[in-house]
């Protein structure tokens, strides 16, 4: 079993599109007994992995209630760097 | 319309509170390693290392001006293995009580497993090695540098931000233009004008002193590069995990490893067991004050913990450049924090403020300022409004 934030990471080297509740989606079922399987804790892993460019911004909307959703996708350079540390 | 508005500010607010957080945690580093040196200040002014340190029966003077007893145990040393000895024991104590600590945290948060999932992969491999260079290595060199170079070793030392942002760049891509450049010289400026309350007569054709100068840029690098890489690699290891590995790995290899090494040198190895149980006795209390090393260097471990955690993390929210810079303000929290423990607290001498380290600090915070934020841009903002 792949650490938490492996996981997150490696949901995106297949081309996926996701925001914070596609990754809870994903993975709940192997990880929703981890205590830091959080929408706030993996929306920080998301934005951490952005600012170290490995995940852009792909798209983004407000739903009904006014809740930003953001979308991520993996960069060339994250595919790279994701496949070759985390196999 | 109303609706791309309302998502355009919604997208702002939400990446201002990650770069708020991410500058208030890259900062509380910077403080939390004013405590923890500190708290190594008491640990090691205390109990058997105020004969080991020749402090007699007061402590009277800081780390620049200890007098390094070269006959521990009754076995005559040379002057810089007794140094490094006791830098190598105290530091080594420290990351090692460190590292339980955040073990410790881990587990309740309920990340022990991913721990060691984490430890046993390519990352935290990496991550061990970022854990060599920059805790026994760098910290080694530092030492050193003090020796043979005196107090301006801590200043260069400190030229660590500019390495970390450039290796950032660098190697990681990350951004780095003229007007961060700028920000970078003037926290190093500040960081200068902090040490320089230090500096005594120095003789700048001293081959020794240029060695010693060129030691501690061994450090700067040391730290630059663990900086960057540790930080990056915090975006893919949570970095409780990435704090921990690093703890235990720099705890490990200094306590057990290069002490040993070095008391085999000093020809001195039977006095290890002794020193090492030994560095950790003493009353809690003396004359109403905390005096047990042991209870000091759980103090200082935490905050050595909580600090490099969140040093690691500030810089994967900020990047290098940024969140070196603001955590570089350790150079004015380390005195701070001295004078107010070990100057107020126990009163004893040699820990005062000066005025130009208030400057420098101020200094500091406008280079901080121009790393994170372009100055043009709020001046435009602010005719919009």
Redesign the interface.
């Known amino acids: 079993m792949l650490p938490l934030n492996y996981a997150i990471l490696k949901l995106f080297v297949s081309g996926n599109e996701l925001s914070v509740q596609g990754v809870i989606d994903k993975l709940d079922k192997d990880y929703r007994s981890f205590r830091a399987f959080k929408p706030k804790a993996i929306n920080e892993s998301l934005m951490s992995a952005e600012k170290n460019g490995l995940l852009e911004e792909s798209n983004w909307e407000l739903d009904d209630k006014g809740e930003l959703h953001v979308y991520y996708k993996a960069t060339s350079y994250g595919v790279e760097m994701i496949s070759s540390y985390i196999k | 319309m109303g609706?791309s508005i309302?998502?355009k500010q919604?997208?702002i607010a939400?990446r201002s509170r990650?770069f708020k957080k991410g500058v208030i945690i890259a900062v509380g580093s910077g403080m939390l390693y004013g405590v923890y040196v500190a708290a190594l200040y008491g640990a090691t002014g205390n109990g058997f290392w105020l004969d080991w340190y020749g402090y007699g029966d007061t402590v009277t003077a800081g780390w620049y001006d200890n007098v390094v007893d070269p006959t521990m145990g009754g076995i005559a040393m040379s002057f810089v293995i007794a140094v490094l000895i006791l830098g190598a024991l105290g530091s080594g104590i420290n990351d090692f009580i460190s590292a339980i600590w955040m073990i410790g945290k881990t587990a309740v948060?309920?990340?022990f497993m991913?721990y060691l999932?984490?430890f046993a992969?390519?990352?935290g491999a990496?991550m061990v090695l970022c854990a060599l260079i920059g805790g026994p290595i760098a910290s080694t060199a530092f030492l050193i540098a003090l020796i043979m170079a005196g107090p301006i070793a801590t200043p260069i030392s400190a030229l660590c931000p500019a390495i970390g942002a450039i290796i950032g760049r660098i190697v990681?891509?990350?951004q780095l233009n003229f007007r961060m450049a700028i920000g970078i010289v003037i926290c190093v400026v500040a960081t200068f004008m902090i040490g320089s309350t230090a500096f005594t007569g120095f003789e700048i054709t001293d081959p020794m002193f240029l060695a010693g100068l060129a030691v501690a840029l061994i450090s700067a690098l040391g730290w630059g590069i663990e900086g960057a890489i540790a930080?990056?690699g915090?975006?893919?290891?949570?970095y409780e995990?990435s704090i921990s590995i690093r703890q235990l790995t720099a705890g490990f290899f200094t306590l057990f490893i290069l002490t040993p090494a070095l008391f085999l040198m000093a020809g001195a190895v039977g006095l290890y067991p002794t020193m090492l149980f030994e560095a950790l006795q003493g009353q809690i209390m003396v004359d109403g004050l905390l005096a047990s090393p042991l209870v000091w260097f759980l103090i200082s471990g935490l905050a050595a913990g909580l600090s490099f955690g969140f040093w690691y993390k500030g810089n994967?929210?900020?990047?290098a450049a940024l969140g070196m810079a603001c955590n570089g303000g350790f150079s004015f929290w380390c005195p701070f924090f001295s004078f107010l423990v070990c100057g107020l607290y126990l009163g004893w001498e040699g820990f005062d403020l000066y005025p130009i380290q208030w400057v420098a600090a101020i200094v500091m915070v406008v280079g901080i300022f121009l790393i994170a934020v372009n100055p043009l841009e709020l001046f435009k903002k602010n005719r919009e409004v």
């Open positions: 609706n309302e998502l919604a997208r939400r990650f948060k309920g990340k991913d999932r984490c992969s390519k990352p990496v990681f891509k990350q930080g990056f915090t975006s893919v290891i949570d995990i994967s929210m900020c990047g």
